[in-house]
Every structure is written in structure tokens, then in C-alpha cells.
């Protein structure tokens, strides 16, 4: 029987960019993807997931959905991040038992690795010790996914496994100047900047470091992890260590993909969030070496030009 793929948060940043990956050429014959959005199914009711679940019948999961923000809306909501979350993850990955689905691959992230710890950090250490205060809400309910997948795969022999992206941008994002990431948000101001002829105010030094993985590259990983990845143990996904930026050098790309000349500012009074949250990505380079990610100033451009292209209709 053809797999029939629930891709949940399949409206987001990520799950349309699985959704492009997917229609130009990743997709098997007689295969069905289902890119789902909170209008059709609220997750976090456990009835709309269940009945959900009965219509779809996926054989395969992989669940995107969360409740998810830059630093600023992250510390204004850890309550309301810690019970939606845990809510959304809890029903998609109950519904997906009882209904035989074998293959789940949801989604952590690089910001909810203990605040103390040493770098690079890896896959072994998503319990380590407390997360960073600014995030805690979102980044508890992310670690019991690991812990309901053990629990799966351990009492019903289940394959529910988890990735952990770094900082993810590119088409799609979420450029709203409060709630956005990084990267979008910067784009967004360069982008009035440019149009009004003001500054640029970058909040923070800029000397924070990061990984920023482009999401379709991303995207291509999932589907990889989807048919070839079989520990229940996370898998980080990022770019290597030797491509992390500083946000200053984020706000060089997203300047010089504008070709913007005005005056940037650092708004130093504004928090930086953690300094690093270095991650290693030794294990998916000894299982899948030949993976090429696009190059940084690239990806950049491709979503400053997606931006100006679809101003009017971007998340914003
Ligand atoms: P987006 O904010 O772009 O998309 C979120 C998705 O979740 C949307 O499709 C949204 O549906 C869906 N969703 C939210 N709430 C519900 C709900 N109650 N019921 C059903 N669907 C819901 O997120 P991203 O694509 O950026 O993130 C995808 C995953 O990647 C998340 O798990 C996130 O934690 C993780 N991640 C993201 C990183 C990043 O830098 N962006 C970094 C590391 C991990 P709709 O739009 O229809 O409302």
C-alpha cells in the first residue's frame, strides 16, 4: 500500500518549503502528501486530532505544528508556549499510536539545549540541564516530544524519532518586526528602510553567533530523515560549525541582498538572547555525507527577493 504523509504546521515556513521539495521531484510514485493547516484541524484539541487522524489514515507523520516565535514574543508567552505545545505534541502523537501509524519525525530545535553546557552541542544532551529562562515554556514542551518518543518506541516499538533544526529561514517565514525570527525580521526593517529612507535599527550588539539553515535545504533533510533515518534518538540538522554567523554578519547579507546604503544602527540596550547554542552535526554528516547546503549570502538573497516579491501577501 502507498504511503499516504501527514506533514502537520504544513502552512509554515517549513512545511512549504517540504511542500515545494516534495512537488519538484522528492515525491514517490502512487505516494500522497497532506499538508495540513490549523484551519482544517486544531491540534491542540484532542477530538479535531482524532477525527483528523480517522479521515487522513497517514501511514507517515511528520509534525511541524507548534506555537513558535523570535526571543521578545518567546519571553512575553512562556506559559501559553509550554501548554499549547505540549497539547499539540501530546495529540498528534497519541492519535498517530491509535492509528498504526509507524513512522513519526517531529520537530525540536537548537534553542532548547541547556543554557549551561559546552559546545558543540549534540544529540546527546537535550536533557542536560535547565534552558535558557528566556524561552522555557517552548523549550520544556519540546524536550517531552523526545520523551513521548522513547516512551513509544519503547512500550508499543513505534518509530517516532525527532530532528533538530538550527535557526531556520527562507520563503514563508513569519516577517512580522515583533514576532519574527531573526532573519525575517531583519529583512522586513531593511526593507522599510530602504522604501523610507531611514536607519536600519538592529536590536542587540550583533556579536551573537548562530547557525541559519535555509528551509529548503531543511526541507530536503526531513524527507531524508523520513525514509532513512531509524533511531528514536534526535538528529540534529544543521549547517556545519564552521558556517556559523554572527547576527552582524546576518544583517551584512540581508544589506547586501537589498543593496541597501542608508545608516545601520545596534540598539544595544535591547537583549542579545544566549551568546551561542553551537551545534554539532557529526552524526548527520557520518550518516548522510554528501548533503550540500546552499551557501549562506545566497539563501539570504533568494529571501530577500521572495519578500519583495510577495510584499503584499507575506506573513507580516
Ligand atoms: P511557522 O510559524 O511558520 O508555522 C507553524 C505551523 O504550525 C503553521 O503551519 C501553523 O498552521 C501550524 N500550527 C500552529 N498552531 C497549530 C494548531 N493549534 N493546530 C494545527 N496547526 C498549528 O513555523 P515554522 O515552519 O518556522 O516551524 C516548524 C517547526 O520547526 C516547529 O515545530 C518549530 O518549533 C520548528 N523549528 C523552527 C525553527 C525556525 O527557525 N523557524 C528553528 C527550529 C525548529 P497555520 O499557519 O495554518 O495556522
Redesign the pocket.
Known amino acids: 500500500m502507498a504511503d499516504v504523509i501527514l506533514v ?9 518549503a517540504i511542500q515545494e521539495v516534495v512537488e519538484s521531484g522528492e515525491k514517490r510514485e502512487g505516494e500522497q502528501w497532506h499538508f ?4 482544517e ?4 484539541s484532542l477530538e479535531e486530532t482524532r477525527e483528523l487522524f480517522q479521515r487522513i489514515k497517514p501511514t507517515k507523520v511528520i ?6 516565535g523570535g526571543l521578545f514574543h518567546n519571553m512575553a508567552n512562556n506559559l501559553a508556549f509550554f501548554r ?1 505545545n505540549m497539547a ?1 505534541n501530546d495529540n498528534v502523537l497519541l492519535c498517530a499510536h491509535e492509528n498504526g501509524v509507524d513512522k513519526v519525525v ?6 532548547i539545549f541547556p543554557d549551561k553546557t559546552t559546545y558543540p552541542i549534540d544529540e546527546t544532551m537535550v536533557h542536560d540541564g535547565p534552558p535558557h529562562d528566556s524561552n522555557f515554556g ?1 523549550s520544556y514542551a ?1 524536550r517531552m516530544i523526545d520523551t513521548l518518543n522513547r516512551g513509544y518506541s519503547n512500550e508499543h516499538g513505534r518509530k517516532y524519532t525527532s530532528v ?6 527562507g520563503p ?3 516577517y512580522n518586526l515583533q514576532a519574527g ?1 531573526v532573519i525575517p525580521a531583519l529583512i522586513h526593517k531593511c526593507f522599510v528602510a530602504k522604501r523610507d529612507g531611514t536607519p536600519l535599527q538592529v536590536f542587540g550588539s550583533g556579536k551573537p553567533l548562530r547557525q541559519f539553515i535555509y ?1 529548503h535545504d531543511l526541507a530536503r533533510l526531513f524527507v531524508w530523515t523520513l525514509r532513512n533515518y531509524e533511531e528514536t534518538a534526535p538528529l540534529i540538522l544543521s549547517v556545519d560549525e564552521e558556517h556559523e554567523v554572527s547576527i552582524a554578519d546576518a544583517v551584512d547579507a540581508v544589506v547586501e541582498a537589498f543593496g541597501f546604503e542608508g545608516e545601520v544602527n545596534y540598539d544595544t540596550s535591547k537583549a542579545d538572547g544566549q551568546y551561542k547554542k553551537t551545534a554539532s552535526n557529526d552524526k548527520l554528516r557520518r550518516l548522510h555525507s554528501s548533503f550540500e547546503f546552499t551557501p549562506f549570502k545566497e539563501a539570504v538573497k533568494r529571501s530577500v527577493d521572495w519578500f519583495v516579491e510577495n510584499y503584499e501577501t507575506a ?1 507580516k
Not at 517531529?106 to 534553542?111: G, M, P, R
Not at 533538530?164 to 529561514?169: A, K, L, T
Open positions: 502537520t504546521g504544513g502552512t509554515g515556513l517549513v512545511g512549504k495540513l493547516s490549523s484551519k484541524c486544531d491540534l491542540s509534525h511541524l505544528a507548534a506555537m513558535v499549547v499539540i517531529s520537530c525540536l530545535s537548537t534553542c517552548y519540546k533538530i533544526p538550527c535557526n531556520v529561514f514563508h517565514d513569519n525570527h528551509s506573513r
